[in-house]
């Protein structure tokens, strides 16, 4: 379908996007019953509302609305009425409905997170059409109300919506930027054309701060290592995101910056001291409460210092409770990380997670792996006694204050042209480059062999890791890097050799070399026994000049001690790799600084390159 085109509603031949006076009509009684009594506080967009109001509206719910309004929901299709019918088969497989309007008429969920994976984010328009149906849907049930749609948009290694939308450097790569402003002008623009596909609640910010150069499942998402800096940078994207009218979340407390194993596949422990959680996790979410979070995810990971019962933090209510609300002294909305995690299922059965979550004091309760088994626990909780309908009002009440502060109770579509007049402008674009060229780390040049000069060294060869494109951009990263240096002069060429190249890939690329004058490789994730190494190796043993740009972590450069420049690009989309070309080029000199130390590999207690590390032209 060409961009820009709606999506058609099965059999009815007429647009998904709602009219005006059908928006007015499925709005009327939200509006009616906010009609009454003055405001304590205001929506983005300044209407007031107060409790009164909004306690109103849960008075007439009933408590089957009032257990899915709790719930936020994956399902597959681009469409809210009419998906792809391997969509509708995914859906009735693990949902029991066919369509997102299904969805929301069987269990009146409260929101929905969007994936590309669940064929949600197609394109920016066919993005505002789904969420224009799916707040159709909602608001045209008895006692509808709009659906607060999320998603995970961090830029960088983590984005759901792709291109044309506007790409970012990811957390890391501001951090090595720098700049508070930075951080704030690419959180404001991304919010905006969030809020443009009608997406008001992003999972973004991450607000752990990364001290685990092993740490396999935050790593480049953290802006770094140093609680202050990380904490200043979370209260500038937060307030970017929010300015915009987008409910930012910081994730994922109490932190999960110190940890070798990945809560999505594992249960992972934080050793740290209270006092060390208090002077290192705990800045960055302290600085995100004072900018005004409007929603905190929960991680799924133990920490004994601050709950010795074993529990995960998500069903801890020490934590979410004790800490979270009373000592930091948080009433926004908690929102579980996704409940299909093992992190959260390790101790306790899908049945038990979502009752203990609540118990503890979340809110929302996201992406749970069988949305009817833990819909109909929290049920029988309440009916049984173990829940009390005050302690699903007490969440409930935060989650419609949210809804009323970024103007969902007034008006729950995307305006007519938003997607046109905001989504991946030039304008945008150009923020974007300017900002991801600030951040490019430059942590080796021997002999000053960046920037290349088009007299000794046009012609290039870009060889490396191609992983799959983290946000639907122009990769593979080679194609990418070697597009922008032919771009800027040179004769490029770019052979791609994998994450793991075999004996026969390595000689390839060893060959090829012989007709370069420089070679650029991107690297992903090195360690002491990788092919990587080897293919590095064999290609400084040639003699022609090496240039190694790190895609991932920034680690890399341990294990490549032979090469002649080396650079962190801290992530493979285009935007980022766009501007580590431009330094290589000398089009842009580097003034990224290390947001973490990089550590010697054969004494990982003393750091090779320093917090701060970084040279320049």
Do not use: C
């Amino acid at each position: 379908m060409r961009e820009g085109a709606h999506v058609r509603d099965s059999g009815t031949g007429s647009t998904a996007r709602p009219s005006r006076r059908s928006v007015l009509t499925a709005t009327a009684g939200v509006t009616a019953a906010l009609a009454a009594g003055g405001g304590a506080y205001a929506a983005a967009d300044g209407t007031p509302h107060d409790d009164r109001r909004l306690r109103a509206l849960i008075s007439r719910m009933t408590l089957e609305e009032k257990v899915g309004q709790l719930f936020v929901m994956r399902v597959y299709g681009h469409s809210a009425t009419a998906p792809d019918q391997a969509d509708i088969d995914a859906n009735l497989k693990e949902i029991g409905v066919r369509t997102a309007a299904e969805l929301v008429a069987k269990y009146r969920v409260g929101g929905i997170i969007y994936f590309a994976w669940a064929h949600n984010t197609r394109s920016p328009q066919q993005i505002a059409d789904l969420s224009d149906g799916i707040q159709k849907a909602s608001l045209g049930l008895p006692r509808g109300l709009p659906v607060l749609i999320s998603t995970d948009q961090e830029h960088g290694i983590v984005a759901r919506v792709g291109k044309p939308a506007t790409l970012f450097p990811g957390a890391m790569a501001l951090g090595a930027g720098g700049s508070r402003e930075d951080a704030r002008t690419a959180g404001r623009v991304a919010g905006a054309e969030l809020r443009a596909i009608g997406i008001r609640q992003d999972y973004a910010p991450v607000a752990d701060v990364n001290v685990n150069p092993a740490n396999p499942v935050i790593g480049v998402r953290s802006f770094g290592a140093d609680p202050e800096a990380v904490a200043g940078m979370v209260a500038a994207q937060v307030k970017g995101y929010q300015s915009a009218g987008v409910a930012a979340t910081s994730k994922h407390f109490p932190g999960h910056g110190d940890t070798a194993v990945d809560s999505h596949t594992g249960f992972p422990v934080i050793g740290h001291s209270r006092e060390l959680w208090s002077e290192l996790d705990a800045v960055p979410f302290r600085a995100a409460i004072r900018a005004g979070i409007d929603s905190i995810m929960t991680a799924h990971i133990m920490v004994p210092a601050l709950d010795p019962a074993g529990d995960p933090a998500t069903l801890s209510h020490p934590i979410l409770t004790g800490i979270l609300r009373g000592e930091l002294g948080y009433d926004g909305v908690v929102v579980t990380d996704s409940l299909g995690m093992e992190g959260v299922r390790t101790k306790y059965g899908d049945d038990r997670v979502p009752v203990l979550a609540l118990k503890a004091g979340v809110d929302q309760l996201l992406n749970p792996p069988s949305l009817d088994v833990a819909w109909n626990a929290v049920l029988t909780a309440v009916r049984g006694g173990e829940l009390t309908e005050a302690r699903l009002d007490e969440s409930i009440l935060r989650i419609l204050r949210l809804k009323a502060k970024l103007g969902l109770l007034r008006d729950a579509y995307v305006p007519d042209g938003a997607v046109e007049r905001t989504v991946g402008t030039r304008a945008h674009l150009r923020t974007a480059d300017r900002i991801a060229d600030r951040t490019t780390t430059l942590l080796v040049n021997k002999d000053g062999l960046l920037p290349l000069s088009l007299r000794t060294h046009r012609n290039v060869l870009v060889v490396g890791a191609d992983p799959a494109s983290p946000s639907g951009s122009d990769g593979p990263p080679t194609t990418v890097l070697a597009a922008a240096l032919t771009g800027l002069g040179f004769s490029a060429t770019a052979l791609s050799t994998g994450t793991a190249p075999s004996q026969a890939t390595v000689d390839k690329a060893v060959a090829a070399a012989g007709s370069a004058d420089a070679v650029v490789v991107g690297t992903y994730n090195v360690t002491a026994t990788s092919a990587q190494r080897t293919l590095v190796e064999r290609l400084v043993a040639t003699g022609v000049p090496v240039v190694a740009v790190a895609i991932r972590n920034p680690y890399d450069v341990v294990q490549l001690p032979g090469v002649g420049a080396y650079l962190a690009a801290y992530s493979w989309t285009d935007v980022e790799l766009r501007a580590a070309a431009r330094v290589i080029a000398g089009a842009v000199s580097p003034t990224g600084k290390l947001p973490v130390p990089v550590q010697r590999a054969d004494d990982p207690a003393q750091a090779l390159y320093p917090l701060g590390y970084g040279l320049s032209y």
